[in-house]
């Protein structure tokens, strides 16, 4: 198990043996970081992004959901958001596994702080899916934040992490990373 050496200012794998066989390999920060979590907040907007929504939309056979499920399971609950009102995000989270879903929201910082009290969680508790300039107050906030790979400058800049996939690949990798510290690192 290797660990932060503050004097060299450098952050160090952790690596443990799963009780599968597989070598299991994380950042201290993402522990850190991640182990708190009990809320993920994404930003639905983004899963549009794709060249091949039409594909994405109407092929079951895509492996859809697991990780989602496997957050649902470690207690941490996944809310998506989006400005639109659009049957095709809909239809995505659905699929994704996400249970809650809201269109039309206006004022991100204002849904954060409601979601916030309904949930009774605090930021520390907080992973946030970031697409755009408008989730910069709640990137800011989270305390732990992803950024798909296509976002704007401004929000990777902001976010705590940046995901090598866009749209709900994104969500897939963040949703995974997530799960590990969860399963690993209780």
């Not at 056979?61 to 496997?70: D, E, L, P, T």
């Amino acid at each position: 198990m290797l660990f932060y050496d503050l004097e060299l200012k450098m952050v160090f794998d952790f690596a443990l043996q799963s009780d599968k066989g597989m070598l299991v390999r994380l950042r201290t920060d993402l522990i850190k970081r991640l182990t708190p979590i009990k809320l993920l907040l994404i930003n639905a907007d983004g899963f549009l992004t794709e060249n091949l929504i039409s594909f994405y939309l109407n092929n079951p056979g895509i492996k859809n959901g697991y990780h989602i499920n496997n957050l649902k399971r470690l207690g941490v609950d996944s809310i998506a958001y989006s400005m639109k009102n659009s049957n095709e995000i809909s239809s995505i989270t659905d699929r994704l596994g996400i249970d809650f879903f809201h269109q039309g929201i206006s004022q991100t910082v204002d849904f954060y702080s409601d979601i916030k009290k309904e949930r009774s969680v605090l930021n520390e508790n907080v992973a946030c899916f970031g697409w755009d300039n408008s989730d910069i107050e709640l990137i800011k906030s989270a305390n732990f934040s992803f950024a798909p790979a296509n976002a704007p400058l401004e929000v990777k800049a902001d976010s705590y992490y940046v995901t090598y996939n866009t749209g709900e690949d994104a969500v897939r990798e963040g949703a995974h990373l997530i799960s590990r510290v969860k399963t690993y690192f209780k």
